[in-house]
């Protein structure tokens, strides 16, 4: 190779080595190799389906649950025609979902959660009741 281009062929190897997608693990953005795919995450807005586990004939309530990646999660239900939300922080655990309300609100609260594509079902620990979600955006 002729020596005036050299300067060009190491430039060319360290743009090459800063644009892979890994990063050092101590770097401040780096991603852990077992993170959620943002298409499969929990972000977005979810809407009640189905109930499983609670009384015969309890009436299915409208619902909808939309997550942030902030961390702030809004719960919007219908009830009887009046429509509330409530804004919560979330934070995911492996299969748990940590729900809490703030300054004032009842301590952290864990559900179990699964994730299958546009289908996420939250169960209640109390309970085992399960409450079926579908996503809508």
Do not use: K, N
Request: proline share 7%; hydrophobic share 35%; charged share 25%.
């Amino acid at each position: 190779m002729p020596l005036h281009l050299a300067p060009l062929a190491l430039l060319a190897l360290l743009l090459a080595a800063c644009s892979t997608p890994e990063r050092a693990s101590g770097s401040p953005d780096a991603t852990p190799a077992d993170a959620t795919p943002p298409e499969a995450s929990i972000v977005g807005t979810w809407e009640l389906v189905a109930q499983e586990g609670y009384p015969e004939g309890q009436e299915l309530e409208q619902r909808r649950l939309t997550f942030y990646d902030d961390g702030r999660m809004v719960f919007a239900t219908v009830v009887g025609g009046q429509a509330t939300e409530q804004e919560m922080q979330y934070r995911l655990e492996g299969d748990r979902l940590v729900t809490a309300t703030g300054v004032g609100g009842p301590a952290a609260r864990a559900s179990r959660y699964s994730l299958d594509g546009d289908r996420l079902v939250i169960e209640q620990p109390e309970t085992g009741q399960r409450d079926v979600y579908r996503r809508v955006r």
